[in-house]
């Protein structure tokens, strides 16, 4: 079938299929190229691996180019997530845009070569001090990642966070704070203090971290319970990746810990005193073993980002679609994080940044923006309070950067969720004049993917192509001209495009072809 027949056949919108719109704006000649194509989905930021997609890619890779039913045969059962990317309808709609700001952010931090590996354990001395990375996951599966976000590290601290989850869910938020607080201590994360009713003040210092810890599924073996709690770890991450374990890390943990079993063995006091402490019958050496063991879990900084994207997207796995954790207990975990996840820097980040996250020693910091994404970076360098020197700097740019404090309403800031296009002030014909006006081809492509007609005119009877024509926008043009299929009319002067582009001085050659050949 002949490109002529096939637009002419599509021109009534109401007929035509989400995957024949698709289609029109990424073909030539017939054909979409495969790699053009696959080149545009990962500039969306939905990537190779995507779980959601990973196969329609490999699929497509066997191909330089498809046709029209070839196209329809291979998309049709990931339409869904393929509408989503091509009418532009991503938590970030410019998400190109946001990947360059990321990588701004990274230049800058990148030569911060400030603080000192953690080495009152052994083995995260001994680490490249010099690495450096950054991952992003929206609540979209939109990712993307710059720097050294392949190595592995300990998650340290950032498991805390995800075993008050994991008890949360299980036995429920008022069993677990009969032995854990929920404010902050206002000492040092591993200070040799309970509150007034002697409980850890919450589940993020290591006392709190221990006794959560020690709730988590007590009534199985050890090697049971540490298979439980990275089975977590895996469905929060999508398992992309292999969750790993570093076993020198847990050893050389476990052979520096007199603080932890001083605090463990304080808070069993409580036992022996009739108060609070542990649950009954709960064995010391186990449950620090297993809190060793939590903290000594290896991840990348891309395995962070998609867990961290998972509370950010209230539980589910937005790789994978699967409901990890209830609204409530995310609700809990974020809520903790905000007031008690950056050691003794918590208050002045909430203060300054307005986001929840979570630091470890072997330099993680895990981020949260409710609703939009998670963030993680890593670089092993600590300042004097324990957080990611870059890590940390990195946060400080991106919240002078973007809007995304809790507070934050500031029209100073870049808001990275705003469409230009979407807007309640502008109407529908505005956007298409706008857009094509501009020389924006890719959202005017994303407009006729929904179904918009490109033939509205204005009380003067002026189109999106005299506009086009006018701003000597050649590549919009030929889109509506020998894509859509737009009529060529008359304004309330007599005055087609054609007209327009014949009053022109020069270079009016190519648009005139274009016209002439679409009439």
């Given amino acids: 079938m002949s490109w002529d027949k096939l637009t002419n056949m599509l021109l009534n919108k109401h007929k035509i299929s989400i995957e024949k719109r698709i289609f029109m704006t990424m073909s ?61 309808m991503l938590v970030i709609p410019r998400f190109d845009k946001f990947c360059l700001e990321i990588d701004s952010i990274y230049s ?6 400030g603080g000192n590996v953690a080495d009152y354990i052994p083995q995260l001395a001994r680490v490249d001090s010099d690495q450096y990375g950054i991952s992003v996951c929206t ?34 938020s008022d069993k677990v704070h009969k ?29 709190g971290a221990i006794m959560t810890t020690s709730l ?10 540490y298979e439980y709690i990275t089975k977590k770890w895996e469905d929060l991450s999508g398992n ?31 036992n022996d005193k009739k108060k609070i402490g542990f649950p009954d019958n709960i064995d010391i050496n186990e ?38 954790w209830s609204s409530d207990t995310v609700q809990s975990i974020l809520s903790i994080m905000m007031t008690c996840g950056m050691y003794d820097y918590s208050g002045e980040f909430a203060f300054k940044i307005g986001i929840p996250a979570k630091s470890g020693v072997a330099g993680a910091i895990m981020i949260v923006i409710p609703n939009v994404m998670g963030i993680c970076t890593w670089s092993p360098k600590l300042d004097e309070i324990g957080n990611s020197f870059r890590g940390i700097e990195f946060c400080k740019i991106f919240g002078d950067t973007f809007n995304f404090h809790i507070f934050d309403n500031s029209s100073d800031k870049i808001n990275p969720l705003f469409n230009e296009y979407n807007n309640n002030k502008i109407n529908q014909f505005y956007e298409l004049n706008l857009s094509a006006s501009k020389g924006d081809l890719e959202h005017l492509k994303q407009m006729y993917i929904q179904g ?6 204005d009380y003067d009877g002026r189109t999106p192509l005299h506009l086009a024509v006018c701003e000597r926008r050649i590549e919009v043009v030929d889109f509506l001209v020998n894509v859509v299929n737009v009529n060529i009319t008359s304004d309330r002067w007599n005055r087609t495009p054609i007209d327009d582009a014949e009053s022109f001085e020069d270079d009016n050659e190519e648009i005139l072809n274009i016209l002439s050949g679409g009439e």
């Fill in 240 to 270: 992309i990746y292999k969750i790993g374990f570093n076993n020198s890390v847990y050893l050389s943990e476990k052979n520096t810990a007199d603080r932890n079993f001083a605090l463990a063995y304080f808070m069993k006091e409580r």
């Fill in 287 to 324: 449950t620090l073993e297993l809190y060793f063991q939590c903290c000594s879990i290896e991840v990348n900084c891309e395995i962070m980002s998609v867990v961290a994207s998972t509370l950010a997207n209230n539980g589910i796995n937005p790789l994978t679609g699967k409901r990890i």
């Fill in 28 to 88: 030539e000649n017939d054909y979409i190229n495969v790699k053009s194509y696959i080149k545009y989905i990962n500039s969306k930021g939905i990537l190779t691996d995507d779980p959601r997609i990973s196969q329609y890619f490999k699929v497509l890779s066997q191909y330089d180019k498809i046709n029209y039913n070839d196209f329809v045969n291979l998309s049709t059962k990931y339409i869904l997530i393929l509408q989503k990317i091509f009418q532009n």
């Fill in 216 to 225: 988590i599924k007590n009534n199985l073996s050890s090697a049971e319970r």
């Fill in 179 to 207: 032995y854990v607080g929920r404010e902050p201590s206002g000492q040092s994360f591993n200070e040799l203090l309970l509150n007034k009713e002697g409980k850890p003040h919450n589940p993020l210092i290591n006392s």
């Fill in 108 to 113: 800058k931090t990148h030569s911060n070569n």
């Fill in 139 to 172: 609540i979209d599966g939109q990712r993307y990642s710059i720097g050294d976000t392949k190595v592995d590290f300990s998650v340290q601290s950032c498991c805390k966070p995800i075993n008050y989850g994991i008890v949360l869910e299980d036995i429920g």
């Fill in 452 to 457: 918009i007609d490109m033939n509205q005119a």
